[in-house]
């Protein structure tokens, strides 16, 4: 048997060299350690969260057995960003973001083990899980939209600011594959009381993490305004320029149109395919996989070259796959299609998220990151209430057919724009030094606006 020739050695050392190379580019943002802190205590949390999730539609489900009060729990845990996220955004750039979101986990805790309690009493009613909703909506407006401003924080280098989203998102989503499946076993075992407590525990280790960091104090970079004129200047700076305007937009038709599809899976698997929570589990845990799979695809790009594309042709593959599953009563199938749904999903989420993080101001980060959080959670409340009544009506398939066939023609209005907002940003581009930096391979920018023939 013949040695490897030298040749053959070096090919073998440079391939293995590239390999980690790509390894270290995507996982560029562990080497800041307040990240690494976040990222760790994170994941155990947003286990809980994911299981209280299912656990909290399935037992409205099996207590009411309406579609109508699926809505009307969506609606509630969720229409508290819409209404205050604007408030959230001004105080997020005034307030301290690390004891803000210290604040905020305590909370969200506390209302997990009262939630816990009173369904071990036996005492729970839809009403008090409907007020319980309400309450830890307010808190995760806050809470959401000061973790959103607080990355800058963690992550030093503005370079691995997208990597730091890209790799939060992954971690979401592979919660959400573990959180959904845990929690139907457990449903089926022992009852939904143990997916609140056991989530009402996870939030100690995002908050051991949290006190394990060490923050720099942000600079106040402008004096604090009255409220009213600050709420006003945010929106002014967020709306009146039409590429940041045109992200939001289509971010939160597709929450409105798209996104309620969520709230109406205990429908799909109890009457559509027959089965129970452990089924209900499986359907959200093929979609997290698609988001899983979205995610890293993102975090592994060495630039963000053509993330504007990308963007606007997301929610064509949401909702063409929205409408197949629809059709479908095969867990295989419906199972393929939800995966589509979350892959669209997330690459428009997250690459979104990252084009508005790159071009904001600092001053206004908070308030810029509050409007996304209305567009990308606000909305779903108002399209789960719209959902939930329709699926009474004219039924869950039909419903979530009309949304899908909603979030095609907004991609199909918002593309024709691409040209005019690419040549409105170019010269924030150039005063940012973006683009020539784009120009050598630097990732510190997008494609969203910048034509391939101008990089």
Excluded at 236 to 260: C, D, K, Q, W
Aim: hydrophobic share 50%.
């Amino acid at each position: 048997m013949s040695s490897p020739t030298p040749e053959a050695e070096n090919t073998e050392a440079i391939n293995g060299a590239n390999d980690a190379s790509r390894w270290r580019l995507a996982l560029r943002a562990f080497d800041h350690r307040n990240f690494r802190l976040f990222f760790m205590g994170q994941t155990i949390s947003l286990i809980g969260t994911w299981m209280q999730q299912l656990a909290m539609i399935w037992l409205v489900y099996r207590l009411t057995g309406s579609a109508v009060w699926l809505g009307i729990i969506g609606f509630s845990s969720q229409i508290p960003t819409f209404l205050l996220s604007p408030v959230a955004g001004v105080l997020t750039d005034r307030w301290n973001r690390h004891r803000m979101i210290l604040c905020t986990q305590t909370l969200a805790m506390l209302q997990a083990f009262l939630l816990a309690f009173l369904v071990g009493s036996n005492l729970i009613a839809v009403w008090q899980l409907v007020v319980l909703s309400l309450v830890l909506g307010v808190v995760n407006t806050f809470d959401i939209t000061g973790r959103q401003a607080f990355l800058t924080e963690m992550v030093a280098r503005r370079k691995d600011l997208a990597n730091a989203i890209a790799l939060n998102s992954s971690m979401v989503n592979a919660t959400r594959l573990v959180g959904p499946a845990l929690a139907g076993f457990l449903i089926e075992q022992i009852g939904e009381k143990w997916c609140f407590f056991l989530n009402g525990t996870s939030y100690l280790a995002v908050l051991a993490s949290l006190w394990a960091m060490t923050i720099t104090p942000r600079q106040q970079l402008t004096p604090h305004t009255r409220f009213l004129r600050g709420l006003h200047e945010g929106f002014t700076y967020a709306f009146g320029f039409a590429p940041i305007r045109s992200l939001l937009l289509l971010m939160a038709l597709v929450s409105l149109m798209g996104v309620p599809y969520m709230t109406l899976l205990p429908v799909f698997a109890t009457d559509v395919l027959h089965s129970d929570a452990g089924t209900l589990g499986l359907l959200i845990a093929a979609a997290g996989s698609g988001a899983l799979v979205g995610a890293l695809y993102l975090a592994a790009r060495n630039s963000i070259l053509g993330l504007g594309v990308r963007i606007a042709l997301s929610p064509i593959l949401f909702g063409v796959a929205l409408i197949g599953f629809t059709f479908s009563h095969q867990l295989g199938l419906s199972s393929c299609l939800l995966f589509l749904i979350g892959l669209a999903m997330m690459v428009q989420m997250a690459a979104t998220n990252t084009i508005l993080q790159l071009i904001v101001d600092e001053d206004k980060r908070g308030r810029v990151m509050s409007f996304y959080t209305m567009a990308f959670m606000g909305m779903t409340p108002l399209g789960s209430l719209v959902a939930g009544g329709l699926a009474d009506r004219i039924g869950a398939p039909l419903t979530l057919q009309i949304g899908g066939v909603g979030c095609i023609v907004g991609s199909l209005l918002y593309l024709p724009f691409l040209p005019s907002l690419r040549r409105m940003v170019r010269p924030i581009y150039i005063r940012m030094g973006i683009i020539p930096e784009v120009a050598t391979g630097i990732e510190t920018a997008t494609e969203m606006f910048v034509p391939p023939e101008e990089s």
